[in-house]
C-alpha cells in the first residue's frame, strides 16, 4: 500500500471513529427476578444487583436496583451474562432473549430482561452440535426427521450449543428453525456461521439478519463452574467473502470479560471457524495467556477434527465437532428418505455428548439415529467379499483390521482385544475410512448415485481417526470376536465389539 493510499485509509477511519463516537446513545436497563416467569416485571419481582451486562464491548454491573446504563450504536446487541444460578424466564432459546439495535430502527428507551433463579449444578451434559445447514425446506425435514426428532425425545437435561451454519445461505429459514429449537425440551444457544450472515449488507452490519431472530452473535454466560464465551471469527471481507478474524471490538470484550472470571473456572470458547483456521488466533491466545487448559468447540469442516494449540500459560484443546448435516445432506437415501452424508473423514451425521463435572470433562460422540454403542466403524479385510472390488481396499490381507474411531485424534490411545485374549496396541494410520472407499469406488463405478439420490463427492483424503491392526495368524479364519477400546488425556473415551467370520 503506498503512503497516499495509506492516509486516505486512515482518514477513513478517523473519521468513522469520530461519528461513532459523536452518535453513541445510552440506553438504560433492569435485570429483574421473574418469579412467575411470565417475563413482565410484575410489583412484588425486584431488580437484581450485581449482574454483568454487556453492550459488546463495555461490561457494567447492575445497581442494587437491577439497573444499568451502557452506550450503544445501531448493530449493537445488550445482553446479561448469566451467572451459574439463573437462567432466562423467555423461551428456549438463551440468546434470544438479548436485545438488539436494528439498524433501521429506534433505539428501546428502556429495556428489561426477566431471569429466575436455578440450582446450580456443577455436574451437567452439554450437547456440541455441528453445522444444520439447511439450504430448502426438503433439508429443513431432513433435520427435522433426524437431529430434532432425536433431541425431542431426549431428556430436559442437558443444554444444546448450536455451532454456525443453521442455514445454508437461505435466510428465510430462520424463522421455522428457529420454532424448531424453541420446542425441544432443554435450553439451547445459538452461534453464527459463514452461511447464516446476510451477503447482501455491509460488513460492519453483516450479523444484522441473524442478530434479529438470534439476540447477538457473540456473548458470554455460566453454567455449574464452567464460563462459555461465544465468538464471531466470521469476518466478511466482501460482499460474499469472509475469513477466520475475531474483529478488535470483540477482543476489547474477551479481555473485560476474563478479567471477571476466576482462573478455578473451567473455561470453554465456542467458535464456527476453527482457531487453526483464524487468522489472528495469536490475538486470542496472549488474551488466554494463564488460564491453564482451555477447550474450544467449533464447526464449519463437515468433518471430525481434533488439535491442540499451546500458548503462554495455556493449552487449548480444540474439537472440531462434525456437521448434524454431515456431508452437506448428500448421498444415498436411507428407508426414511433421509442422506446418509457421510463425511470424508468416515464419520456419519453426528453431534458430541459433554459431560462436565466441577474441575473436568469427558466426552463422546453420538451418531445421530444411531445407537449409543456405535461409535467406530470395525472393518475386517475378507469378511465382505465386495471388498475385492474396492480399488482402496484390495491390498488388504484377512485378518487386515481397520478401526474408525469416531472423535480419535493423535493423542487417542486405541487398543483391541480377540477372542477375550490379551490388550493389543492398535496403530494410528494415514488411511481413508472403508466405508468413504467403498461409496467412492461406486461413484466411479457409476452404482451411486442411485435415482433421488445426490452424488457424495470424495475425495482420495485419509482419515485422522483411523487405526490398523494384523490380527494373529490363528485368527485368519473362522468365528471370532474383536473388542476396541479408544481414549486420551483430554476426555475422550470410545469403545465397542463386533464379531466377524473368515471363510474356512
Not at 435450553?187 to 447464516?196: F, M, Y
Not at 481396499?393 to 487386515?400: E, H
Request: glycine share 8%; proline share 3%.
Amino acid at each position: 500500500m503506498n503512503i497516499k493510499r495509506a492516509f486516505l485509509f486512515l482518514q477513513i477511519l478517523l473519521s468513522y471513529h469520530c461519528w461513532a463516537q459523536q452518535n453513541l446513545e445510552a440506553i438504560h436497563g433492569t435485570i429483574f427476578n421473574d418469579k412467575n416467569k411470565n417475563g413482565v416485571q410484575d410489583r412484588n419481582e425486584k431488580g437484581i444487583s450485581g449482574i454483568d451486562v454487556s453492550n459488546g464491548e463495555a461490561i457494567v454491573v447492575t445497581d442494587r436496583d437491577g439497573e444499568f446504563v451502557l452506550d450503544m450504536l445501531p448493530g449493537w446487541s445488550v445482553f446479561p451474562i448469566l451467572p451459574s444460578n439463573y437462567a432466562f424466564s423467555k423461551g428456549m432459546i438463551e440468546n434470544s432473549a438479548f436485545y438488539y439495535w436494528g439498524p433501521s430502527h429506534s433505539l428501546a428507551k428502556t429495556v428489561k430482561f426477566g431471569i429466575h433463579k436455578v440450582e446450580v449444578d456443577n455436574h451437567f451434559i452439554v450437547n456440541a452440535i455441528g453445522d444444520v445447514q439447511v439450504g430448502n425446506w426438503e433439508e429443513l425435514n431432513y433435520a427435522s426427521c433426524s437431529l430434532f426428532s432425536e433431541l425431542l425425545a431426549g431428556s430436559s437435561m442437558p443444554t444444546n450449543l448450536f455451532l454456525g451454519d443453521l442455514v445454508n445461505n437461505n435466510l428465510t429459514l430462520f424463522s421455522p428453525l428457529k420454532q424448531m429449537i424453541s420446542q425441544l425440551p432443554m435450553k439451547s444457544w445459538t452461534i453464527i456461521g459463514n452461511h447464516d450472515r446476510d451477503a447482501d449488507t455491509v460488513r460492519m452490519n453483516q450479523e444484522v439478519t441473524y442478530n434479529n431472530f438470534w439476540g447477538a452473535s457473540y456473548y458470554a454466560f455460566n453454567r455449574g463452574n464452567v464460563h462459555f464465551i461465544v465468538l464471531n471469527n466470521v469476518y466478511g471481507t466482501g460482499m460474499r467473502s469472509y475469513e477466520g478474524r475475531i474483529p478488535e471490538r470483540q477482543l476489547n470484550f474477551l479481555k473485560n470479560d476474563l478479567e471477571r472470571v476466576s482462573l478455578s473456572k473451567q473455561l470453554v470458547i465456542c467458535m464456527h471457524i476453527p482457531l487453526f483456521l483464524t487468522k489472528n488466533k495469536d490475538d486470542l491466545l496472549s488474551l488466554l495467556a494463564g488460564r491453564g487448559n482451555v477447550l474450544v468447540l467449533s464447526g464449519h469442516l463437515h468433518q471430525v477434527q481434533r488439535s491442540i494449540t499451546e500458548g503462554n500459560g495455556v493449552t487449548i484443546h480444540e474439537l472440531v465437532a462434525g456437521a448434524s448435516c454431515g456431508f452437506w445432506w448428500v448421498g444415498e437415501k436411507d428407508e426414511e428418505g433421509i442422506p446418509s452424508a457421510l463425511m470424508q473423514c468416515g464419520t456419519p451425521r453426528n453431534y458430541f455428548v459433554f459431560d462436565f463435572t466441577k474441575d473436568s470433562y469427558t466426552f463422546h460422540y453420538k451418531g445421530i439415529g444411531q445407537d449409543g454403542s456405535k461409535n467406530m466403524n470395525i472393518w475386517v479385510a475378507g469378511a465382505d467379499s465386495l471388498s475385492n472390488s474396492i480399488r482402496f481396499l484390495t491390498p488388504k490381507k484377512a485378518g487386515d483390521v481397520l478401526i474408525t474411531v469416531y472423535g480419535g485424534s493423535l493423542y487417542t490411545n486405541v487398543r483391541c482385544k480377540v477372542d477375550g485374549k490379551e490388550w493389543v496396541q492398535c496403530k494410528h494410520v494415514e488411511e481413508m475410512d472403508p466405508n468413504v472407499a467403498r461409496t467412492m469406488t461406486w461413484n466411479h463405478l457409476k452404482v451411486y448415485p442411485t435415482k433421488f439420490s445426490r452424488l457424495n463427492p470424495y475425495r482420495n483424503r485419509p482419515s485422522q481417526q483411523v487405526w490398523s491392526i494384523q490380527l494373529p495368524i490363528e485368527c485368519k479364519q473362522g468365528v471370532h470376536s474383536l473388542e476396541v477400546e479408544a481414549e486420551d488425556k483430554w476426555g475422550f473415551t470410545a469403545k465397542a465389539s463386533r464379531t466377524f467370520c473368515l471363510k474356512f
